[in-house]
């Protein structure tokens, strides 16, 4: 019995901690390169393919261009491509957006978005539904063509 309860107790805590972090994540407030604050729930009733990187990360950098290729090639208008920088030198995320040449829905987040995501290491992507849920917490990158492209080409 004390162990049934324990294990229903632990799914419990897991649950609520996974739902907390989805409504936490999707509520933090997000800066645009022109200082205007944004939020992911902004983009309730769209998916959302997310791409946490920094200026500083090498194999973020070498996933820009397979993002922005897939941004253009997909087909799909239910599907948002959000790019979210953890720089904390936001000077460094401008620089490395021109340099790259990075148009879309670019980000810089606060520290508290990769707690609160539990990301421990980047370039990490995630994808939302439409409800701001997290449908997978470690998606496949840009890089891994077809595989990707077939997630977010069936999105509806």
């Known amino acids: 019995m004390k162990q049934r309860l324990l294990i229903l107790w632990i ?3 897991v649950m609520c901690g996974q739902a907390v972090a989805q409504m936490s994540a999707t509520n933090v407030q997000l800066t645009d390169v022109n200082g205007e604050k944004h939020r992911l729930s902004d983009f309730k009733g769209k998916y959302l393919y997310v791409d946490l990187w920094a200026s500083w990360c090498g194999p973020c950098n070498m996933e820009i ?50 707690i609160i995501l539990r990301v421990r290491s980047i370039p990490r992507y995630i994808i939302f539904d439409t409800e701001g849920k997290i449908l997978y917490p ?19």
């Open 11 to 13: 799914f419990v805590a």
């Open 138 to 156: 470690n998606a496949p990158r840009p890089s891994s063509g077809d595989m990707i492209k077939k997630i977010l080409s069936e999105l509806k």
């Open 65 to 114: 261009p397979y993002m922005q290729e897939l941004e253009r090639s997909l087909d799909n208008d239910m599907v948002e491509f959000v790019a979210i920088s953890v720089d904390e030198d936001v000077d460094s995320w401008k620089v490395a957006l021109a340099r790259h040449n990075m148009k879309g829905h670019q980000f810089i987040a606060p520290p508290e978005l990769s």
